[in-house]
């Protein structure tokens, strides 16, 4: 079966288009094969104090998902996906500092993982962004400076359930940062790790009804430092609504708090939304507020956006904004991206 897959796939991969979000590599006896990509790339210049302009490899993405029915209500899934888009600012120079004339990314592995599939729901488990990554309402790009953003979005060592109906969904994770040695042993001890491994606890509940929708997501991080008992937490509720049309609005209230070496701190996020979709090109304005515990007064974002479809699965866009923090200027950004 192994080389029955891999000789359908590499000739369906070359030969395919881009007329869909993912392209099928293989469907037979029960065994899907997909993959999908996306390259973007963007000049940008970020809001901040003395920024200038540069090009960022925003996205550069290659996933493969399999699907395998074990049974008319059970599957085993599997997936992995790659990235490349890291910062290639240091890859001009080899391992001794001397320049090598070229300019590379690295690839990661930012998702393997391993579950099973049914009418109750999905559980996953390994290395997997976390529900925390799917979070906020915002329709910028890259200069909504001030809206609502977790610590943790990714881990290697998570299980994940998911269950959506259509109208009610949910979801849950649990992230253990195990080094494999047992807390508090002696073999820890001497390795340095005199606390507790670092645990992450999620959970996502949603709520669909007419042309709303309606979500909250929490996160509790324990032991951030290890050796310590500090802790992290953070909660954003969300609602989005579609009932006008071409337009879409959106608004969002979350907290984020932290309370490292016995020092609490509370930080408040507030975001509102809208766009609106006229053919082919879609419009979009942003407002974010962020207000932190112990700061004098509160920051205020803003961005508006453009974009044109080329086509489903390619377009080309341009946004601006800016925040009235102490030394943020102005910040713009253009792009494409092309996806399958």
Known sequence: MKKTILAMAVPALLAAGSASASINLYDAEGVKVDASGAAEVQYIQEIGNNRDGAWKLDDGDFAINTEVAVSDKLSVIGAMAFEFEMNDANSNYD??????????????????????????????????????????????????????????????????YVYDNGTFYGAATYTDKSDGIDDGSPEAINAGNLGDDVRVYEARLGYRFADVDARVYYQ?????????????????????????ENVGLAASIGRTSS????????TDYTSIAADYTMGKTTFAVG??????????????????????????????????????????????????????
Do not use: C
């Open 287 to 340: 407002y974010d507020n962020k207000d932190q515990e112990g700061n004098t007064s509160d920051v205020n974002g803003y961005y508006a956006n453009v974009t044109y479809a080329l086509h489903s699965n390619a377009h080309v866009y341009a946004e601006v904004g800016d925040s009235d923090g102490e030394n943020e200027d102005f910040g713009y950004v253009a792009g494409m991206e092309v996806k399958f």
């Open 95 to 160: 391992k001794k500092g001397i320049p090598t004339g070229e300019s590379r990314s690295n690839v990661e592995n930012d998702e393997l993982y391993v579950g099973f599939k049914g009418d109750w729901g999905q559980f996953t488990a390994g290395r997997q962004y976390l529900l925390m990554d799917d979070s906020g309402i915002t329709k910028d790009y890259e200069l909504s400076a001030n809206s609502f953003g977790a610590d943790y979005e990714q881990a290697a060592q998570v299980g994940k």
């Open 259 to 266: 309370d490292i070496g016995g020092s609490d701190t509370d």
């Open 220 to 244: 509790k991080a324990d032991n951030v430092n290890r050796n310590s008992d500090d802790d992290k937490d953070a909660y954003n509720f969300e609602i989005e609504y579609a009932g006008i």
